[in-house]
């Protein structure tokens, strides 16, 4: 019997294919660059044929490295979460942009909705704010403004990425796991269908969604002509989810941050699903069969992405890995605070008008100040975060941290001296492709249940404490609080 598992792991700047063992060893990745697109500021879109190439690309390499389609198990998928594509259900192709998850373009609408008294329902029933961030409102504006959509009545399918490559994938399956499709706005997370009053309110026909399924089902196979064999499709999670899962966060209270382009925080609560009244969400975490379990979630916009316009918007990284080293050179920040509202601020504040701002410039400031402004950023919104969670009655005794920006040390400590607890690193960072290699797994039948792959997959990990005195951790989070201000206002 085959053992080895595929994960798709599409991001928001790149698409990946890992290839790992049965036991969670990871044995290859193959990764292909994806580009943005910003039409006008606010706005941000991808092209989903150029995801479909870069998946299969990357895929084709890591079967080939396996040994053949015959060597593989299953294939997982796990995705950026609300970014939605619009595509053909004859020929698969994309009918137009695919909007990202980071676009803006739905504030008004959101607003508009917002001061005719819909979010306390919306979040009644989706455990989601009314927000630009979910896939809902995109939907309904792309079919008022692109006409090619209406034009192409019932050819027209609409879902979330990894509906999207599923579709292509087994030729024409339409589905989305549940934790995707309680990202949309459009689903009652306790029902575990589309909601049809949603739908209405959102301008959403209920026709063109996909049908909602489990995280380990088996949703079909792969068409025998893309791989050289049918591959079975049994592991999907939403990218925030899978980490989750990858870090063995399912038992209620365990917590994780992912720092990618933005920094997602979410805490297990089993199978009751949590409400919140700060402003964080509540979302499926997992669904093994007809069982969901949820989490509770703080979304940060702005992580990864923050150090990739240092670097490339203003030119004042080399690289990425410059930012630890600058970091490092200075004493303290210098008073220098980077509020990173570049598109919008998520929880707890939900301010997608906010604008960023660097406040406390001096002749003495250096970019080396403004470098360790940036990533302190990430230790303030976590612990925003932190104290949103604890008035939910969800403290964290510890964090689990992953994501691209986790391999920098120096960030890591910060984190633990900022939020005054022990944070953990797993050795290998990729979270969100183990997660949904578990999943896989389990799908597959190589164990019997997402636990017990969690526990036999999951590797070692690094431990960072607090080092910092009280009275330090007090003058920055002031300093923060006051930066933080100035944007608000």
Request: net charge negative.
């Amino acid at each position: 019997m085959a053992e080895n598992i595929i994960v798709i792991d599409e991001g928001t700047t790149s698409t990946r294919t890992m290839l790992f063992a049965a036991d969670g060893t990871p044995l290859g990745s193959a990764q292909r660059e994806i580009q943005q697109h910003y039409p006008t500021p606010g706005l941000v879109e991808h092209d989903a044929s150029e995801i479909w190439e870069a998946t299969l690309a990357c895929t084709r390499a890591m079967i080939k490295k396996a040994g053949g389609a015959d060597q593989v198990a299953a294939i997982g998928i796990t995705n950026q979460r609300e970014t939605v594509v619009f595509w053909d259900r004859m020929t698969g192709e994309s009918l137009a942009p695919a909007i990202v998850w980071q676009d803006r373009r739905t504030a008004a609408d959101c607003a508009a909705l917002k001061e005719a008294g819909h979010e306390a329902a919306v979040q009644a029933t989706t455990g989601l704010l009314l927000d630009p961030y979910f896939s809902g409102s995109k939907i309904g504006w792309a079919l008022r403004n692109w006409p090619q959509l209406r034009d192409a009545g019932e050819r027209l399918a609409v879902g979330t990425i990894e509906s999207y490559l599923i579709f292509r994938l087994t030729g024409g399956v339409h589905v989305s796991d549940a934790t995707n499709a309680s990202r949309t706005l459009l689903m009652d997370i306790e029902g575990g269908d589309w909601d049809a009053g949603l739908c209405d309110l959102l301008g959403v026909p209920m026709s063109l969604l996909p049908e909602i399924t489990g995280c380990t089902t088996t949703v079909g196979t792969t068409d025998p002509d893309l791989f050289g064999g049918a591959i079975p499709i049994c592991g999907m999670a939403g990218d925030q989810q899978a980490a989750t899962i990858g870090q063995a966060c399912l038992a209620p209270g365990q917590t994780k941050a992912t720092f990618g382009t933005g920094a997602f925080i979410l805490s297990a609560s089993g199978t009751t699903r949590p409400h919140s009244t700060n402003r964080l969400l509540a979302t499926v975490l997992v669904q093994e069969g007809d069982v969901r379990s949820y989490a509770l979630e703080g979304s940060v916009f702005v992580a990864g992405s923050l150090i990739k316009w240092l670097r490339d918007g203003l030119g004042l990284l080399a690289n990425a890995g410059e930012s630890e080293g600058l970091a490092r050179s200075v004493a303290d920040n210098g008073g220098v605070y980077l509020v990173p509202a570049l598109t919008g601020l998520g929880a707890p504040h939900w301010r997608p008008d906010a604008l960023a701002a660097i406040s406390g410039l001096s002749f003495a400031s250096t970019k080396a100040h403004v470098a360790r402004a940036a990533l302190e950023a990430q230790a303030y919104q976590a612990h925003d975060l932190k104290s949103a969670f604890a008035a939910d009655g969800v403290d964290w005794a510890d964090l689990r941290i992953d994501g691209g920006m986790a391999a920098n040390d120096w960030m890591a400590q910060d984190l633990a001296d900022m939020l005054d607890l022990t944070v953990e690193r797993p050795d290998f960072v990729e979270s969100t492709a183990l997660g949904a290699a578990m999943l896989a797994a389990t799908g597959a039948g190589l164990y019997p249940d997402l636990a017990s792959a969690a526990k036999a997959m999951r590797g070692t990990a690094t431990r960072f404490t607090p080092a910092l005195d009280a009275a330090k951790r007090k003058t920055r989070l002031a300093g923060w609080q006051s930066a933080l201000a100035k944007v608000l206002s």
